[in-house]
C-alpha cells in the first residue's frame, strides 16, 4: 500500500509540474475562467489553504499562549502545517495572477484603502512569525541532533543556527519567546483569515458576499479546517502510547466537531434569513449554490453529507468515537467536505451576473455564465495538493515535530 501511495503521488507530482510549465508558458487562456467568473478554482483553494493555515495555528496558541499541556504533543506539528499551507495558499495566489512577475507591486504600491493590500502585509509578518517560532519550539532538540552523527548533521546545525546552550534557563527563554510571538501572533492570524473573508465580504456587487459576518464565518470554518488537518495528521503521524495517541485524537475531534457544528448553525442561519427576506439577488445566489449544477455535488454530497453529517456520526459513535482509526477518518472527510465549503463560497455567488442582461450582450466563450475547471486547473490544484503531503512527509522524517530529540523519524 505504501508502494502504491507513492506511485500515485509521484505521478500527482509530475502531471502537476507539467500543468503547471503549461499555464506559465500559454497563460490564463488554459484555464475557464470568464468575464463572469474571474475567480475559479484556484481560489477556492487558495482560501481552503489560508484556513487550514490560519486554523492549525489559532489552535498552536492554546498550547504555547494558553498552556494547555494536554495538546502540547501537536504544537510543532500545528505550526509547521500553518507554514506549509499558507506558502502553498500563496503560490495558488501567485500562479492566478495574470502578471505573476508584478507581485511585489502589491507591497511596493501599497494602497492603504485596499483590503487585500493589508493582507499581503499580514502574510507577510505571519510568515515570519511562524518560522520564529518553529525555531524556538525546536532549538534545544536541534542542538541535540545536531551533536549526534548522522547523514542529516549538517543540517541540523544550520536550523541551530549556531546556538549551543541547551540549560534550563535557556529552554524557559525559548517557551517565553514562544508565548510572546503567540500572543503577537494571534490578532496576526485572525485578521489573515478573516481579512481573507473581508476581501470578499466588500465586493458590494455580490450579495452573498457583502455580509459583517462573512469574515466570522471565515475564521469558524478555519478553525474547523485546520483543526480537522492537525488531528487527521496526529491520528496518522505520531508515535505516542496507545492511550496518549487516542487521548490526543479524541479531544482534537471533539473540538473539532464543535467548531464544524458552528459553521453548519452558521450557514443555515445565512440562508433562512436570505430566504425569508426575499430579495431577489440573495435568493437567487443561494439558490445558486444548493440547487445550481454546483449543488448537488458540492453543497449537498461534499460539503453537508461527507463533511458534516457523516463526520458527526463517526465521532459521536459509540465505536468509531474511541477508535483512533475512526476519528482519523471523521477528521479527514471535514476537510474534505471543507473543500466544497469553498467552492461554495467563490464560484456559485460568481455565475449570476450582475447585469442580468449581459450574457445577451456578448457571444463569446469568456462571457459565458455558467463556470467549470479546465482540466489545467485540475491538474495544477492536484500539484499543489501533492506538494503539501510531499512537505509533511518530509518534515515528518527530518524535523522533531513529536519533541523528541532523536533522529530519523520524529513524528
Known amino acids: 500500500m505504501r508502494r502504491i501511495g507513492y506511485l500515485i503521488l509521484w505521478l500527482a507530482t509530475l502531471v502537476g509540474l507539467g500543468a503547471i510549465v503549461q499555464r506559465f508558458s500559454q497563460g490564463l487562456i488554459v484555464t475557464n475562467m470568464t468575464q463572469n467568473v474571474p475567480w475559479g478554482f484556484w481560489i477556492a483553494l487558495y482560501i481552503y489553504f489560508i484556513g487550514l493555515s490560519a486554523g492549525s495555528f489559532l489552535l498552536s496558541t492554546l498550547i504555547y499562549v494558553f498552556g494547555v499541556k494536554r495538546l502540547e504533543a501537536i504544537g510543532r506539528m500545528a505550526l509547521f502545517q ?9 503560490f495558488l495566489i501567485f500562479i492566478d495572477l495574470g502578471h505573476p512577475e508584478r507581485f511585489y507591486k502589491v507591497i ?30 525546536m532549538r534545544i532538540d536541534f542542538i541535540k541532533l545536531a551533536q549526534q552523527p548522522g547523514a542529516l548533521q549538517w ?12 540549560s534550563v534557563a535557556s529552554t524557559e527563554k525559548d517557551r517565553k519567546c514562544l508565548k510572546v510571538l503567540g500572543i503577537i501572533g494571534i490578532p496576526i492570524a485572525i485578521g489573515v483569515h478573516g481579512g481573507t473573508g473581508a476581501i470578499f465580504a466588500v465586493a458590494k456587487a455580490r450579495p452573498l458576499w457583502f455580509s459583517g459576518l462573512f469574515p466570522i464565518v471565515f475564521l469558524v470554518s478555519a478553525l474547523a479546517s485546520g483543526g480537522a488537518l492537525l488531528t487527521f495528521l496526529t491520528a496518522l503521524f505520531f508515535h505516542k502510547t496507545p492511550e496518549e495517541k487516542r487521548n490526543l485524537v479524541r479531544s482534537l475531534a471533539h473540538m473539532t ?10 450557514l443555515i442561519s445565512e440562508i433562512l434569513v ?28 461534499l ?5 458534516g453529517l457523516l463526520p458527526i456520526i463517526l465521532v459521536a459513535h459509540p465505536k468509531t468515537g474511541r477508535s483512533v482509526g475512526g476519528l482519523g477518518l ?20 460568481l455565475i449570476n451576473p450582475v447585469f442580468e442582461l449581459f450574457p445577451d450582450a456578448y457571444h463569446h466563450f469568456r462571457y459565458s455564465v455558467g463556470y467549470m475547471p479546465s482540466i489545467n486547473e485540475w491538474l495544477v490544484s492536484l500539484g499543489s495538493i501533492a506538494f503539501v503531503i510531499w512537505g509533511l512527509l518530509i518534515a515528518n522524517k527530518i524535523l522533531p515535530l513529536s519533541g523528541t530529540s532523536e533522529g530519523g523519524s520524529h513524528a
Open 155 to 166: 543540517l541540523y546545525r544550520i536550523f541551530a543556527l549556531g546556538s549551543h546552550d541547551t
Open 108 to 137: 511596493t504600491s501599497l494602497n492603504p484603502t485596499s483590503v487585500l493590500s493589508w493582507e499581503s502585509v499580514l502574510y507577510t509578518i505571519y510568515c515570519v512569525i511562524i518560522l520564529f517560532e518553529l525555531y524556538y519550539a
Open 82 to 90: 500553518a507554514l506549509l499551507c499558507m506558502l502553498i495558499g500563496l
Open 257 to 266: 466537531v464543535g467548531f464544524l457544528c458552528l459553521d453548519i448553525f452558521l
Open 274 to 301: 436570505a430566504l425569508y427576506g426575499g430579495i431577489p439577488q440573495e435568493v437567487a445566489g443561494w439558490r445558486m449554490t444548493y440547487s445550481g449544477y454546483y449543488g448537488g455535488v458540492f453543497f449537498w454530497l
Open 303 to 307: 460539503q453537508l453529507g461527507i463533511g
Open 330 to 349: 471523521a477528521s479527514f472527510l471535514i476537510v474534505l467536505g471543507m473543500l466544497g465549503v469553498r467552492i461554495n463560497i467563490v464560484i456559485p455567488p
